[in-house]
Each structure stands twice: as structure tokens, then as C-alpha cells.
């Protein structure tokens, strides 16, 4: 996936490659498909900000698939910890931020058990993208998404060859108002930012 915004710089996110951009006060950021051949799928995840960093610089990451760390546990599991860390320690090249979040992408074979703390007040999904997996009584089968209910442990099991997302952070606990590509704390927040954008000031 190539990719260009309005600061200047540009680059390819190649197979299994991360990017984490902040978008902070704007930039305008374009990403097209580069593929040679055959079908390209990937994951494009929103974190809010709070009001105090919204008008913060923007910035980004990237990493190439041999920067995120891998973690190989019982029963065939491999976990690709992208941020945050697991509770065996090992940390991905993602850490801190507002929201202290963990973004881990699982492996499981049929039959194999996932468990993981993910601590006391995050919000947390689920995202199965390959096979069928049981979680808390039900199955969720490729592609559906689960938000988990109270709880510090997600624990699941593989009932076919599975992939998933675990997705965790800790909620803001501000209002959200969003228009279009921007989200803001308020209604006039949001206008003001597109006058911005009309303006040409980002």
C-alpha cells in the first residue's frame, strides 16, 4: 500500500507492515493499492484522541513485518504483538498513548486455547478474519467482530484453523462528534475543522 500526505512524506506498507499515524490537528493522507497480483486485505483502525492531544502535530510509524515481534505459545498459538505488551512480557513496537493500548493479531490452530489479561478498565473487541472460534459460549465465525462485556481475561478457542485481532484500550470518557473524516468533542469543533481544511491551513 502506497502512501503520501501533505507533509511530505511517503512510503510502502508492504505484507504484514504496520502503520500507526496520528492524525492530530490534520493532514491530508492518501493510500492506494500496489498489489501484483491476487486479492490484498488489511485493517484500517480508528483511536480516538483526547481533547487535549487532538490538536497535537501530526506524526506516524511504520514498521516492516520483520519489526513486529512474534510470541509462540502452546498448541501452535502465534501472537503478533503490534502494540501494547503481553503478559509473558513481550512488547510490541506500538507502546503508551492516550489510550494504553494492546493490538495483538492471533494465530490459532482447531482445538487451541487463547488466554490473556488484559487489565482492569479496557474496553475490548475481537476480530475473527479467518475460520471459527468459540468465545464465551458462542461461536464467532470470519468475518465478525465481538465487544466484550466486563472482564480483566479473554480466553478462546480455536473451532477451526483461526485469526484474529484483540483489540483493548482504555475508554476517554469525553463526548465524540464527528463529521466526515474528522471527530472532534463538539459540533463547533468539528465546523471549525473544516473551515480549516477549506482554508487550506492543513
Same mark, same amino acid.
Given at each position: 500500500?502506497?502512501?503520501?500526505?501533505?507533509?511530505?512524506?511517503?512510503?510502502?506498507?508492504?505484507?504484514?507492515?504496520?502503520?500507526?499515524?496520528?492524525?492530530?490537528?490534520? *493532514?491530508?493522507?492518501?493510500?492506494?493499492?500496489?498489489?501484483?497480483?491476487?486479492?490484498?486485505?488489511?485493517?484500517?483502525?480508528?483511536?480516538?484522541?483526547? !481533547?487535549?492531544?487532538?490538536?497535537?502535530?501530526?506524526?506516524?510509524?511504520?514498521?516492516?513485518?520483520?519489526?513486529?515481534?512474534?510470541?509462540?505459545?502452546?498448541?501452535?498459538?502465534?501472537?503478533? *504483538?503490534?502494540?501494547?505488551?503481553?503478559?509473558?512480557?513481550? !512488547?510490541?513496537?506500538?507502546?503508551?498513548?492516550?489510550?494504553?493500548?494492546?493490538?495483538?493479531?492471533?494465530?490459532?490452530?482447531?482445538?487451541?486455547?487463547?488466554?490473556?489479561?488484559?487489565?482492569?478498565?479496557?474496553?475490548?473487541?475481537? *476480530? *475473527?478474519? #479467518?475460520?471459527?472460534?468459540?468465545?464465551?459460549?458462542?461461536?464467532?465465525? !470470519?468475518?465478525?467482530?465481538?465487544?466484550?462485556?466486563?472482564?480483566?481475561?479473554?480466553?478462546?478457542?480455536?473451532? /477451526?484453523?483461526?485469526?484474529?485481532?484483540?483489540?483493548?484500550?482504555?475508554?476517554?470518557?469525553?463526548?465524540?462528534?464527528?463529521?466526515?473524516?474528522?471527530?472532534?468533542? /463538539?459540533? #463547533?469543533?468539528?465546523?471549525?475543522?473544516?473551515?480549516?481544511?477549506? !482554508?487550506?491551513?492543513?
Amino acid at each position: 500500500m502506497r502512501h503520501r500526505d501533505s507533509t511530505g512524506r511517503e512510503g510502502v506498507i508492504g505484507p504484514g507492515g504496520v502503520q500507526w499515524m496520528r492524525a492530530g490537528k490534520g *493532514v491530508v493522507h492518501s493510500e492506494m493499492p500496489e498489489q501484483a497480483q491476487g486479492r490484498m486485505r488489511g485493517f484500517q483502525l480508528w483511536v480516538n484522541l483526547p !481533547a487535549a492531544l487532538k490538536l497535537s502535530p501530526p506524526d506516524y510509524q511504520e514498521f516492516d513485518a520483520d519489526k513486529i515481534p512474534h510470541e509462540a505459545r502452546d498448541g501452535g498459538v502465534e501472537v503478533r *504483538v503490534i502494540a501494547g505488551r503481553t503478559s509473558r512480557g513481550l !512488547a510490541g513496537p506500538i507502546a503508551g498513548g492516550a489510550v494504553d493500548p494492546l493490538y495483538f493479531d492471533v494465530s490459532l490452530p482447531a482445538g487451541a486455547r487463547f488466554e490473556e489479561p488484559v487489565g482492569e478498565g479496557r474496553n475490548v473487541m475481537v *476480530v *475473527v478474519f #479467518e475460520g471459527t472460534l468459540k468465545i464465551g459460549g458462542m461461536s464467532l465465525a !470470519a468475518p465478525q467482530a465481538a465487544f466484550l462485556g466486563e472482564g480483566d481475561v479473554v480466553q478462546v478457542e480455536g473451532e /477451526t484453523d483461526a485469526r484474529l485481532l484483540l483489540i483493548a484500550g482504555r475508554p476517554i470518557e469525553e463526548p465524540v462528534v464527528w463529521g466526515g473524516p474528522f471527530v472532534m468533542n /463538539t459540533r #463547533e469543533e468539528v465546523m471549525a475543522a473544516f473551515e480549516d481544511y477549506r !482554508a487550506g491551513r492543513f
